[in-house]
């Protein structure tokens, strides 16, 4: 392997002992810390955290020419932000004529000397990384909410060669008290927003629960989410109902295997073998089926046993749901989630929970895992009645949206510029952005199904039926969904429903 010359102030990737390579910069080692005997390397200090470590020549690569190699193997949350820390840094500089000031044990202009952090130093042992200190044993307290340094440097939901490098944490840590690992935050509304230590979920350092996970469900959002349960360390069986009739669904389920999970070959045998089992079905029927029907949830269900559905249903369906699981003596809990297939996979979803609060605390792991936050609403029916009014709001505002573009383009005007227009205003936004550029392109792919944005508008306005609240807005939207269903557009994203305006 050739060798690398690198100089003070040089950005570089660096790999240090088991963990993932990360974007750093070289610097100046403080004048009482000396570089270890024997290893020719340089002093690092680490991008998005306040991490510093000496890193052997052999484990640094060059900034730019790996930069591309390196976003397509690590897809954690820390590390993007790691990636715009470094970016950043880049444009500060090139502001400045590429003259860096840099503050690391220098004065100020006065030449008095600044105060500084202490540096948090990493060091790493190639045959032995016990000297690290297990980010399992740093106590988090309200004063004190940061995740330790070792834990922010973690690979956070990587993929690909480097997703094999993970923190390591003594198996007593899984018993630390809930509020020791999480910071649990009180809303004024008496909900309550479970969240990972730095306000995201952390998900390269969660330390996943003992407990056995079952997961019902391998459609667009459950696949992601049981992907990074298994990431995460999770011990997971799963069942697609479809399986039985679609043979692709049996490879769809080898797939999860290979990665880890065990397949049960019903619902009730899921039920039976694990201890808190999630779903995440279509509708209220295949919801209440599920349960319901022959070798069912319910026929598993004994005390004790958790059960969570994930599905967007309405509030009486949850109800019935949880009534026949605590009458067979289990525990149950509502968590639909709010996000697309591209959240799901990232495991950037928002879980609205309602229920048992036992169970939810129970599924802290599973939450940090597949989402950057949860709220705890109270009793059972408030995450399902939440979750159809923030989809009420977002089907309607596509509609309306693909309605703008359709109009621009019968007055004559550029679609691309109404776009353009639109992003460069208050109304910007990432799913603006991309539903409207998919459209241009004629892509629409399934990120979030239109049947399903239109299932949930139909709920949405039976719900304000039922609270005698007027839904014109939405009323409105479902029609314009119900005719982007009659031409075929049902299994097609929801931004289809610009085609209901073209014909």
Sequence with gaps: MATVHLRIGDLVWGKLGRYPPW???????????????????????????????????????PYHPHKEEMIKINKGKRFQQAVDAVEDFLKKKEKQGGKEQSSEGKGDAKGKKSPTKPLKILEEDDEDLSALKDPSEKDLTDSDPEPSSLERLGGLGTAGPVSGFKWESSPASSMEPISKRLKIVEED???????????????????????????????????GIVSNLLKMGHIVTVWNRTAEKVPQDNQHCDLFIQEGARLGRTPAEVVSMC???????????????????????????????CYVEMSTVDPETITELSQVITSRGGRFLEAPVAGSQQLSNEGMLVILAAGDRTVYEDCSSCFQAMGKTSFFLGEAGNAARMMLILNMVQGS???????????????????????????????????????????????????????????????????????????????AANEVYKRAKALDQSDNDMSAVYRAYIH
């Design 275 to 305: 201890d808190i089992t999630f779903s995440c079905v279509s509708d209220p029927k295949a919801a209440r089926d599920l349960v319901l029907g022959p070798s069912g949830v319910l026929q598993g269900i004994r005390p004790g046993k």
């Design 23 to 61: 974007p750093g910069k070289v610097v100046s080692p403080p004048k009482d810390l000396k570089k270890p005997r024997g290893k020719k390397c340089h002093f690092v200090k680490f991008f998005g955290t306040e991490d510093h470590a000496w890193i052997k020549v052999e484990q640094l690569k």
């Design 397 to 475: 505002f596509m509609a309306t949206i693909a309605e703008g573009l359709t109009l621009a383009q019968a007055t004559g005007q550029s679609q691309q510029t109404f776009l353009d227009i639109l992003c460069q205003g208050q109304m910007a936004s990432t799913f603006v952005d991309q539903k409207c550029q998919n459209i241009l392109q004629g892509n629409f792919k399934p990120d979030y199904y239109l049947k399903h944005i239109q299932k949930d508008l139909r709920l949405a306005i039976s719900m304000g039926d039922t609270a005698n609240h007027p839904t014109p807005m939405a009323a």
């Design 189 to 223: 509304t008496g909900s309550t927003s479970i969240q990972a230590a730095d306000s995201t979920a952390i998900n390269g350092s969660i330390i996943p629960t003992d407990k056995r996970i079952g997961f019902l469900g391998l459609g667009l959002m459950g696949s």
